[in-house]
């Protein structure tokens, strides 16, 4: 007597080495665009901050949060819970990368693109009328903040 085995059963290693793949792959890219890059820390209307990773030579940056937020939303150090943290993921990620171009004094440029990569990282490409910057040019920073502490 021949046994069948499920399909999904004889499937599940191809879908868990494709997703390694997807992930290893953004890891990769990742890893190559914002290697050796500083993170800057912009906050937005909740207060709450997001590192930045800028490659101003692609025109792309790369906004990455922290988990508790995106469980809980905005408003955490309020002690008021979004009821909808994932529907308002893709707005907050998106004013972080407006505010942060705004405090760069880019406002001309704009935002061509997203790609969201898990959760907690998010790519926008952007565009900008003033012509790229050489690699080694004095440009604007954010002053230096350490996300999740506050001043004394």
Same mark, same amino acid.
């Given at each position: 007597?021949? %046994? ?23 890891? !990769?890219?990742? !890893?190559?665009?914002? +290697? ?27 906004? +990455?949060?922290?988990?508790?937020? #995106? ?14 943290? #994932?529907?308002? %993921?893709?707005? %907050? ?12 004094? %880019? ?6 693109? #997203?790609?969201?990569?898990? !959760? ?33």
């Amino acid at each position: 007597m021949v %046994r069948r085995l499920p399909l999904l059963v004889l499937a599940a290693p191809v879908v868990v080495a494709a997703l390694g793949a997807c992930t290893a792959t953004n890891f !990769s890219y990742i !890893s190559k665009t914002y +290697v050796g890059l500083p993170s800057q820390v912009v906050t937005i209307g909740c207060k709450e901050p997001y590192e930045v990773y800028d490659n101003r030579q692609q025109r792309r940056m790369l906004i +990455v949060s922290n988990a508790l937020r #995106e469980v809980t939303g905005c408003n955490i150090n309020d002690l008021r819970i979004d009821p909808d943290p #994932e529907g308002t %993921r893709v707005s %907050r990620f998106r004013a972080a990368a407006h505010a942060y171009l705004d405090e760069t004094v %880019r406002e001309d440029c704009t935002i061509r693109g #997203e790609t969201v990569f898990d !959760s907690l990282k998010t790519e926008f490409a952007y565009a900008c009328s003033a012509p790229i910057e050489p690699r080694n040019a004095k440009v604007p920073r954010l002053p230096g903040r350490r996300p999740g502490l506050q001043a004394q």
